[in-house]
């Protein structure tokens, strides 16, 4: 009998579609995130987009647009998101939703 | 002279209803909707309660794309080791159905065009213009103007904020939720459910999917796949450094929960965040021009054993898409005119329940229903039925799982009382 398979963050946006745009919707600011103790964007992207090395880097082409790393870190973070959606018809596309 | 009567941004349920509403009385209606189709960027949990399109629309039931209708509700309390779960099994008076957006957006879009409306995917409006009695707006170099514009661009809502209408919603009044697509089959749903082909379960789950903090596991069946997730609170999610995208994994490997999905394949991973600061969270809803609906707005209602949210989607689109009708007639869009809407929604059960359930917010802010609570239910049953020799009355084995949650009889009965008034 199969098993329930463990996914990884890389299996999980694996299965999904995207079109993806030469432009990067979100980006960000390394001189504000410098300053930022909490960095909530680091665990609270349900992709896991942003990582830290020397400074945060973010991967757009995964991005689920949720919305949630912009939030927290305007709101509990230093402001160093830019955030917008992908231009029309670029980004993630949900099959099911 | 503008291009429409009425520009609808987002077409997502409220955004789809109002067009069809509009288009079905012979306005002259454009959806515009930032992915490639329309449903492609939206996600649910999820489940529809249908009384809204009975309703305003009930031609809509007819060949409406559901997935499963739900005839079994459960309530379930996780420990890491074990579940409590409260089922209902039967037929409600309400009816609520899984569906997969992608398939009810897309064919909803469909009923817009077919009443006359049009319906522009893979556009995404970057602003908003307004001049003298005319609205509109821009999308990369084109300009397209209306009578007014229905904000129907979720739960981030850019336009919402452009248009002075609000603000963002604040973490603690957001919830993030992550969902895997299961496929499973239909017979092999049917019988691990234990359900008829066209019929379902919604199952909520609180305690050890969250690890404690507010918020909770949720399953749905859909015909041939098993919707299964986990919703958080944004800030509780952000200050303790949780990890959603684990915790789901977490979830997937509960004894309760993995039987039920054992041998599926995943077919997709999404990520929504949800508004749940209710009534208090609800910015202005009409401006010079515009009017805000669904999640834009703040429309859901989270009461820990229901959630809604495109049941007041739907109704929403429908009042702002009678208000801009009665504004077309009497041609006079201005801001008294369209404050129609608000006193629409004030009718109807949209704000009623968001009242009503005003203080449902603080009160599932408390960490003991997501941890303590969900323990306390765990062991007391448990003791219960754990016969080892001697057996305990029952009022002795209640009074001991209270001891050892160590929860005193006070805050427990405060919590009821509150909780049964408040919920």
Redesign the interface.
Known sequence: MRDVKRLSIQDRLGLNVFELDKEAHITVDNELCRDCQLKPCLHSCPAKLYEFEEEVHFNYEGCLECGTCFIVCHQMGNKGVNWSYPRGGFGVYYRYG | MADFDAIVVGAGIAGLSSGYVMASAGLNILVVE???VP??????GGRIYTHAIEKFTPELMEDLPFEREIVKERISFLTDESATTLEFSGKTEGRSYTV???KL?GWLAGKVEEKGGIVA????VDDLIREEDTTGIC??DDEITARAVIIADG??S?LGKKAGLRD????EE?A?G?K??IKLGEEEINRRFQVDSKEGVANLMVGSPTDGLPGGGFLYTNLE?I?LGIVAN??E???H?????ELL?GL??HPYV?PL????T????????IPEGGIRAIPKLVGEGYLLTGDAAGFCLNTGFTVRGMDFAFASGVLAAQTIIKCSEKNDFSLKSLALYEQLLESEFVLKDLRKFEKAPIFLSSSRIYSLYPDLVNVMVKKIFDIKGEQETLCKQIREAIKEADVSTFTLMKDLWKGSRIL
């Open positions: 930032r992915g490639k449903g492609s960027k939206n996600v649910t997969i957006r992608e957006d995917s893979g556009v995404r999308a990369g739960v981030n850019p963002d919603f604040k973490a957001l993030v992550v895997e697509v796949t919707s944004v800030k999610i952000a200050s450094g949780s990890d959603l995208d994994s997937k490997e993995r999905i054992n041998g599926g995943t077919v997709e991973y999404s990520a929504h965040m």
